[in-house]
């Protein structure tokens, strides 16, 4: 039996250098987030299995990580434990195993928040928050078991001006983060008007189920879905033709628009994008785009819904969202609507390193390195390092007496940009000489000059 320490697959390890990355990325979020009006929120990283089964759909709830509960080793219990993890093999639930899970995403805790606190919460109440959730899939580039993500999201209101500040959200962000993408938009009342002129409303979650796997299997693929779904040919024939709609986002809803007809529930979902393109005819027309093909494959989306592409990257979606007008409904309060985007912190990451998009400035790390040359020496030195970190630079005293070259090559594996050193001689009057690793400049000055001299 191997002692190698290992990581469970899907996870990861973050060094100094990623973690400083992803900081930048949280902050960015963070700081458009609270610029809009929006609040911090934390919920619990596990909930009860029963807040989350039920919730994501048929393929969400097969990737919702379940946590055993403790005493299955009671001896006393044995025989209904083995009774009840049989239910489990068999694809039940059961209380007697599993009471609990670890949170699948953002929302659907923030709904049950919702819920439990909806008479103290003043109305519309805005909250973003960002912390990770797990998913039991299957891992691979820019898929991972365990991911960070950032929500923002409104209740307590249908105004479409929602939508509106979300996109701009998105485009604030991804401005600031210097990263070009792509605002996708569609409505699951365009979903749904499509499932009626299909003949049946009952068709919208096997139809949108099969169409958010276009990217990944392609037209025929998703035709071939359709038809084990029960779906038959005249019907695939509409949903083949509401895909291959194209071009520009005027002319897109035009061709849907004659594809609808006089549908009512379609109309509503056109009008919704048409409202959030109007508002947004300047400053963001060019990074919206209309999708029809655009389905989001949870079940609990009802009105506008989106997803974010970078553009020149190889990678899936970075971002999405959509609203939820019942979805506090699911926990005993209804008529609670609301709107939320995400944005996933970990394929932007990685967008941002294959684009090679983060600013050198992101990486912090200490600035100087105090040579230990002695007792006195060091005494002095951490008298002036104290002196250094209350005006903010990050610094550090080496931890022992050591050899100049010892010292030198730690400076340099860690990346300080500068050495100051501090002798008998320097000790004696009162001077320190300060060396730039980067350039090999040396100067001495004064102790006292130090923290003006310095940079």
């Known amino acids: 039996m191997s002692n190698k320490p290992a990581i469970p697959?899907?996870?990861?390890?973050?060094?100094?250098?990623?973690?400083?990355?992803?900081?930048?990325?949280?902050?960015?979020?963070?700081?458009?987030?609270?610029?809009?009006?929006?609040?911090?929120?934390?919920?619990?990283?596990?909930e009860n299995l029963d807040t989350l089964m039920g919730k994501y759909g048929e393929e969400g709830d097969k990737l919702i990580f379940k946590i055993l509960n403790n005493g299955l080793d009671n001896p006393l219990k044995q025989e209904q434990i083995v009774a009840d993890f049989n239910k489990v093999l068999e694809g039940k639930?059961?209380?007697?195993?599993?009471?609990?899970?670890?949170?699948?995403?953002?929302?659907?805790?923030?709904?049950?928040?919702?819920?439990?606190?909806?008479?103290?919460?003043?109305?519309?109440?805005?909250?973003?928050?960002?912390?990770?959730?797990?998913?039991?899939?299957?891992?691979?580039?820019?898929?991972?078991?365990?991911?960070y993500q950032c929500d923002a999201d409104v209740v307590g209101s249908n105004s479409l001006l929602n939508e509106v500040e979300l996109t701009a959200i998105y485009a604030t962000v991804f401005e600031r983060l210097n990263l070009p993408v792509e605002i996708r938009i569609n409505s699951r009342k365009i979903l749904a008007g499509l499932a009626e002129l299909c003949g049946d409303l009952d068709l919208l979650v096997p139809i949108t189920v099969a169409i958010d796997k276009l990217d990944k299997i392609g037209i025929e693929k998703v035709k071939e879905e359709l038809s084990q779904r029960g779906i038959d040919q005249a019907q695939i024939s509409i949903i083949e033709n509401y895909l291959s709609i194209d071009g520009a986002n005027e002319a897109k809803i035009e061709q849907l628009k004659q594809l609808m007809g006089n549908n009512p529930t379609a109309i509503k979902g056109i009008e919704e994008l048409e409202y959030i393109i109007a508002y947004h005819s300047n400053k963001y027309s060019s990074k919206l785009i209309v999708d029809f093909t655009l389905a989001r494959g949870l079940n609990y989306y009802t009105g506008v819904i989106f997803e974010i592409k970078a553009i020149g990257a190889q990678m899936g979606s970075i971002g999405g969202g959509g609203r939820y007008d019942d979805l506090t409904g699911l926990f005993g309060v209804p008529n609670v609507p609301g709107v939320g985007i995400s944005f996933g912190v970990d394929r932007i990451y990685d967008v941002l390193e294959e684009l090679q998009l983060f600013p050198e400035a992101v990486q912090k790390g200490t600035k100087v390195l105090f040579f230990n040359l002695g007792i006195e020496e060091s005494k002095r030195a951490f008298n002036l390092m104290q002196a250094l970190r209350e005006t903010g630079i990050a610094t550090e005293l080496y931890h022992e007496q050591s050899k100049f070259d010892k010292q030198f090559k730690y400076a340099e594996k860690k990346q300080v940009p500068f050495v100051v050193i501090i002798g008998s001689t320097e000790l004696t009057e009162g001077t320190c000489i300060i060396k730039n690793i980067v350039t090999g400049e040396q100067k001495t000055i004064l102790q006292q000059e130090l923290t003006t001299q310095l940079f």
Do not use: H, S
């Open 9 to 46: 697959q899907g996870t990861r390890d973050f060094n100094a250098t990623v973690v400083q990355k992803r900081n930048y990325i949280f902050q960015t979020i963070r700081t458009v987030f609270e610029l809009y009006g929006f609040q911090p929120l934390e919920t619990p990283a596990m």
């Open 93 to 147: 639930n059961t209380k007697g195993i599993t009471e609990r899970a670890l949170r699948y995403d953002l929302t659907i805790p923030f709904a049950r928040f919702v819920a439990m606190n909806f008479g103290q919460l003043t109305m519309p109440y805005k909250r973003y928050q960002i912390q990770p959730v797990w998913r039991a899939d299957r891992p691979q580039k820019g898929r991972y078991r365990e991911f």
